[in-house]
């Protein structure tokens, strides 16, 4: 259903975006709150990066206190020093319950032959907690169950709709302009616009993101004033199959933590396979540039029935004619999980009053420097329902809570993690500028290869400089706004790319996901986020 919508059609709540996040949030808006709610997806609304997620939901379901804790402390060991110790407990608090109202609504993890619920180990965990579905098919459950909740009570669905702007009148952010599936331009408008649009994998040669995952919400705050942080920290996932395909296919945290090992060129293991990710990924890049080769090897060969076990890895792998019971799996790290994003308070309200984010698309401050494997679900899930409870409950926000204080008092000196503000010079677009599709393809894809090899797991002034001359570049071939989506993704990877780089420029230090070849040492003065924009 599109079209311009009349004001008598105001509805309570804009959803942009169809993952676990905006999903989840439309899904309470509309059948346990009553709001009047509309979902806005760019393609249909089972095709966000969500379906894509193998592994797993982070929880610690028995409720036991001190495993709870676990849960919290692995996390901030993970975020290198950035989590919001806040939204943190939040996060590992309320994510149990999350997982039982998704449970309640359908949703089928992997049970053992008990007919217990399966829980298992991943990267940075101390103890086994995280759930499948199908295995390695979580997200596509999670997804399958949330789509049909929302197809029975969301009382607008605007699919393949590409959603241009932010309306903002009056200081306040009043829904979106959109252009529907066939090219005509509409406004949704809503007394409240969540933006949950996912990441922006997209920005990278080497993804495990689908196409869609191009940074939409984060560029359109960006161009609106609302505040940014945490960009630098792109999380690349160490084990995506090292072959030709686009998203690379993945190859789960969950076989290492079955006890897949990781070899070099020679057959020798080089990590702790079970440590964090970046870590991991780290380790590898290493490899990868002292042995003068393109993979290292994920020997899966140990693994019991693994195509039982992970039916969607094994089938990934039988397309490239790979048998994981007898050959070890070329593997190298790829551009996963964008862990910075809008800046949110602990109810997901941004800098723009009337304007709230949730999942990828968000700063909460639960991933600080570095997601902990398995809590990109939960995070969705948990604070996608706290955005509607507290406008049901009449919050506007923002509150000096969570990753918020740091955008609010950015300079202060007093805080926990303090806030600074990012400069970030305006971008040359080309205004008037005229650009042909297969010139916008082309040019999408001289960014992913600039920001793969210069802004990917290693990272230098020199690089970050030169990738950051090839953006502008980019820019300067382009309008800033376009009624062709495909150009309006490739001016959002522009505009989310450049906050990046810049961001990732001005970290001088290596923490988590950033790593500075020329900065190798963490700095107790980068204990801060950088926020652009609020
Ligand atoms: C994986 O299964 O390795 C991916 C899970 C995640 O990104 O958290």
Do not use: Y
């Not at 991943?122 to 929302?150: D, Q």
């Not at 903002?168 to 331009?185: H, I, M, P, Y």
């Not at 409950?393 to 805080?415: F, H, I, K, N």
């Not at 005229?434 to 894809?445: D, F, G, H, K």
């Amino acid at each position: 259903m599109s079209g311009v919508v009349a004001d008598s059609e105001v509805l309570d709540l804009l959803v942009v975006g169809s993952g676990v996040a905006g999903l989840s949030a439309a899904v309470r808006a509309a059948r346990t709150l009553g709001l009047r709610t509309g979902v806005l997806s760019k393609a249909e609304l089972d095709q966000a990066t969500t379906r894509w997620a193998q592994g797993g939901v982070a929880a610690a379901l028995s409720g036991d206190p001190e495993e709870i804790d676990l849960h919290l402390a692995d996390t901030l060991a993970a975020g290198a020093g950035l989590c919001d110790v806040d939204a943190v407990r939040v996060l590992v608090d309320e994510g149990p319950t999350r997982v039982e109202d998704l449970i309640a609504m359908g949703a089928q993890f992997d049970h053992d032959s008990e007919g217990r619920l399966e829980l298992a180990r991943e990267g940075g965990h101390s103890v086994a907690r995280v759930l499948h579905a199908g295995g390695a098919a979580t997200g596509l459950e999670i997804e399958r169950a949330l789509v049909e909740a929302v197809r029975s009570t969301a009382a607008v669905l605007h699919e393949r709709a590409f959603a241009l702007d932010l309306l903002v009148e009056d200081g306040r952010c009043r829904g979106v302009r959109a252009l529907d599936a066939t090219g005509a331009s509409f406004e949704a408008r809503a007394r409240h616009t969540v933006l949950a649009t996912g990441g922006a994998g997209q920005l990278f040669a080497v993804t495990t993101n689908p196409p869609v995952a191009t940074g939409d919400g984060v560029a359109m705050a960006i161009a609106a004033g609302v505040a940014v942080a945490d960009l630098e920290f792109f999380q690349f996932h160490p084990t995506a199959l090292a072959h030709q395909s686009m998203p690379r296919p993945l190859l789960s945290e969950a076989l290492r933590g079955h006890g897949a090992l990781l070899r070099d060129s020679s057959g020798e293991r080089f990590v702790d396979e079970l440590l964090p990710r970046d870590v991991v990924s780290r380790a590898i890049t290493s490899v990868l540039l002292d042995q003068r080769v393109d993979h290292v090897w994920l020997d899966a060969t140990g693994l019991d029935h693994f195509a039982t076990r992970f039916p969607t890895i094994a089938a990934d792998l039988a397309r490239v004619g790979l048998d994981p019971a007898t050959e070890w799996l070329p593997v190298a790290p790829a551009a996963h999980h964008q862990c910075g994003g809008i800046v949110t308070d602990l109810n997901g309200a941004t800098t723009l009053p009337g304007l709230w984010a949730c999942g990828e698309t968000s700063c909460t401050g639960v991933h600080g420097a570095n997601r902990l494997a398995s809590n990109s679900l939960l995070e969705g899930m948990v604070f996608g329902a706290r955005v509607v409870e507290a406008i049901a409950a009449g919050s506007d926000g923002p509150d000096p809570t969570g990753a918020m204080r740091a955008a609010l008092a950015a300079g202060e000196e007093d805080l926990v993690i303090g806030g600074r503000r990012l400069h970030v010079g305006p971008l040359p677009w080309g205004r008037d500028a005229r650009i042909s599709r297969p010139e916008v393809a082309a040019q999408r894809e001289r960014l992913q290869r600039t920001m793969t090899t210069m802004a990917g797991v290693l990272r230098s002034a020199e690089s970050l400089g030169a990738a950051i001359d090839v953006v502008e570049s980019i820019a300067a071939r382009l309008p800033d706004q376009s009624d062709d989506p495909r150009t309006c993704e490739l001016v959002n990877l522009v505009r989310v790319g450049h906050v990046l780089l810049a961001a990732g420029l001005a970290r001088t230090e290596s923490r988590g996901s950033h790593t500075r070849t020329d900065f190798p040492d963490l700095s107790e003065d980068f204990r801060c986020r950088l926020v652009l924009g609020g």
